[in-house]
């Protein structure tokens, strides 16, 4: 709408005004000339107006006068918002926005512009429409409480339509006589209910006027308000607090040890007007001698004043010890031993440590960083025992379960390497290398082996080569070390790999996930296969040919990890929200418990294998352990504790602690930072 968007009432006159100097001027300097301009176009408005009768006249609708040119209907126009057009013509073209002017332009123009207050800017057409002169005197008629056709009477006399003469059927409002009443059956057996009902006591009927003022005279001066069982005018009656009664020290001729002396008193001089004593004692050797109180009428008044103003509420208390609405813990020292204080730091990498495993037997770690390189620590000494230069930034590092073979699964970029750690005796290290021997591909009968995925030696680094047509992010072990899953989240359809280590042959696990897959995880005991995505976890029965088992909905924004308890039938899963979830397998799909318990992303979740302890680690440079007891009864539920948090890594590029794994053996936790450091928590 334009600048005129304020007109009031009280302008009116001034606008006519103005109309009419500008009219008298113009005919003073040209009156031949509008004499015929309107002798021209006389008989053209009179043309022009009968058609317009003509047009009222045939129908009584206003929406058949002007036709709108937007066709959209009752479409908000707010759906127009972001679009370069506001609707649509009646052919089905698009109707363009207008450009819009500059403020200053539009302003400057608004102000040279003498008619300017009369256009209103139309929204639904896009356009600005000018008012004419009987639709500004339309308006004003109706500001003024008056109809907008000047030729409308609103005192026209009454027209009766209805003829009365010869009628033989009169209008009546006569009320219907009582014969025509007929008794209800069905309140005639509510009043008989109602009989009985007051025969037994059931209903009391209201007591008369006489009873009641008789029970209201009698009144216990000196009983307790508070226990008054007599009826009360407001809902909920509240007795007003009374006075305390006086004591031995307001008496008039106390003992002495109620008499406070000299330095007593001045002492009361020193404190809060709040905290005075209100009374000071004094003795009196008769009542004659006692002065009339100087504070009587003011606390008379203010006694007033609490029982006439102050607002009374009941409140019902209740006498609970806070400490008994606190959940039943047993004591830390109970729990132990778990990780409390670091013990050591491995120091080697110059780049963030994304990923830690630990051997089977736990005399070795494993790490991989950033830099490209992976590293073998000795646990009790921190010593680096071999290292590989792998060229490419490590994403994830898996140590192969099975004590027999030392093997180690490497994740860099699209290729998944497979080396010997050199750790073992003769026989592992035998067994080792007739496994990390890749000699000419078996064609696969079942036509389930992938071709995205190519069996490679690699001399250089001895081992073998998995190269995927994406990025690989996660390598997980089966627990009897002959199969291994990786996880390409690029991959769509084909995401999740099954590789067999012993006949050198790949398997595509064609699940329909329903979004990019984030890690996978195998059962510890039996055939299931765990494999979540951004928000759901879905667990399949190999052995039933990747049949669908259980969905588990985590309510999760998006989950980082996973991991399995060792009995199998629990899972704590940790999300990039800071919350950790709990997962009962035969309780019920949904969390049993959700956890908030960090201020930035949780990067990985472990469980330990012999000890009930589980722990979480997140980009806010902590790690959480937890104690986590699961009973074999199903009725009793797990208990979780929480027990440390262990801090010591640095903050590095907005990155904390990237992994923790616990030991095999012993209630130790390793922990790697994106400060390239491996920390070992022990208790």
Same mark, same amino acid.
């Given at each position: ?9 009280? &302008? ?55 036709? $709108? ?78 109809? $907008? ?93 009374? $006075? ?15 008499? =406070? ?109 950033? &830099? ?86 690699? &001399? ?63 059962? =510890? ?112 539920? $797990? ?45």
């Amino acid at each position: 709408m334009s600048d005129s968007e304020g007109y009031d009432s009280d &302008d009116y006159p001034s606008i006519r005004g103005s109309d009419s100097e500008d009219e008298e001027s113009g005919s003073s300097g040209n009156e031949d000339v509008l004499n015929t301009s309107n002798n021209d176009h006389g008989n053209d408005d009179e043309s022009d107006s009968s058609e317009l009768h003509e047009g009222v006249e045939e129908s009584d609708s206003s929406e058949d006068e002007v036709v $709108p040119r937007n066709t959209v209907g009752d479409v908000p126009l707010e759906w127009y918002r972001d679009e370069k057009h506001i609707g649509y013509d009646i052919t089905g073209k698009k109707i363009k926005k207008k450009e819009k002017e500059d403020k200053l332009q539009s302003f400057l123009a608004s102000a040279d512009d003498s008619k300017n207050w009369r256009k209103i800017y139309d929204e639904y057409n896009d356009e600005d429409v000018e008012l004419t002169k009987e639709d500004i005197k339309s308006i004003s008629r109706l500001l003024e409480g008056k109809a $907008p056709h000047r030729d409308f009477d609103p005192y026209a006399p009454y027209v009766d339509w209805f003829k009365w003469d010869d009628s033989k059927h009169p209008l009546s409002n006569a009320p219907e006589p009582k014969r025509r009443f007929i008794p209800s059956k069905s309140e005639s057996k509510l009043v008989n209910k109602i009989k009985l009902a007051i025969r037994k006591g059931l209903i009391k009927p209201k007591k008369s006027k006489e009873e009641e003022e008789e029970e209201e005279s009698v009144y216990p001066l000196w009983g307790d308000d508070s226990n008054s069982t007599g009826k009360n005018d407001h809902l909920s009656y509240i007795p007003a607090p009374k $006075p305390k009664l006086p004591g031995h020290e307001e008496s008039f001729n106390p003992s002495l040890e109620y008499i =406070p002396t000299q330095e007593e008193i001045n002492s009361y001089q020193l404190m809060y007007e709040e905290d005075r004593p209100k009374f000071i004692p004094k003795r009196f050797t008769s009542m004659r001698s006692i002065p009339a109180y100087e504070n009587a009428v003011k606390e008379c008044f203010e006694r007033c004043l609490d029982l006439y103003l102050c607002p009374r509420v009941r409140k019902k208390r209740l006498n609970i010890d806070p400490e008994s609405l606190k959940p039943k813990l047993p004591n830390r020292n109970d729990l132990k031993p778990y990780p409390v204080s670091c013990y050591l730091e491995y120091r080697g990498h110059e780049d963030a440590v994304t990923s830690i495993s630990v051997e089977a037997s736990g005399q070795w770690i494993a790490s991989g960083s950033l &830099d490209g390189t992976v590293r073998i620590w000795e646990v009790e000494t921190g010593r680096c025992l071999k290292h590989w230069k792998i060229g490419e930034a490590v994403k994830y590092v898996s140590w192969n379960p099975n004590p027999e073979h030392s093997i180690l699964a490497v994740s860099a970029g699209q290729d998944v390497l497979l080396l010997n750690t050199g750790c073992g005796n003769e026989e592992v290290q035998k067994s080792t290398k007739e496994l990390l021997s890749v000699e000419m591909p078996m064609p696969d009968d079942s036509g389930k082996t992938a071709s995205s995925v190519s069996w490679l030696q690699d &001399d250089k680094l001895e081992g073998i080569r998995l190269r995927h047509s994406k990025t690989v992010t996660a390598v997980e072990w089966h627990r009897k070390g002959d199969y291994f899953s990786t996880v390409m989240p690029a991959g769509e359809s084909r995401a999740i790999f099954i590789h067999k280590l012993s006949k050198k042959f790949t398997q595509t696990l064609s699940f329909k996930l329903q979004g990019p897959a984030v890690t996978s995880v195998f059962h =510890p005991t039996r055939s299931f296969f765990f494999i979540s995505t951004k928000k759901i976890i879905r667990v399949y029965d190999l052995v039933k040919e990747g049949k669908l088992v259980k969905k588990l909905e985590t309510g999760l924004r998006e989950i980082s990890s996973i991991a399995v308890h060792p009995s199998g039938d629990h899972i704590i899963v940790g999300s990039g929200e800071g919350k950790l979830c709990w997962f009962d397998m035969d309780l019920s799909s949904k969390p049993y418990k959700t956890l908030k318990l960090h201020q930035k992303d949780i990067n990985n979740v472990s469980f330990h294998r012999s000890y009930p302890l589980f722990a979480t680690c997140s980009d806010d440079c902590t790690a959480y352990v937890f104690h986590g007891m699961v009973y074999s009864d199903l009725n009793q539920n $797990p208990l979780i504790v929480p027990l440390e948090i262990l801090r010591g890594h640095s903050s590095t590029n907005g990155r904390g602690v990237m992994d923790c794994k616990f030991h095999p053996r012993q209630p130790w936790l390793f922990t790697a930072g994106a400060d390239s450091v491996v920390r070992l928590y022990c208790h």
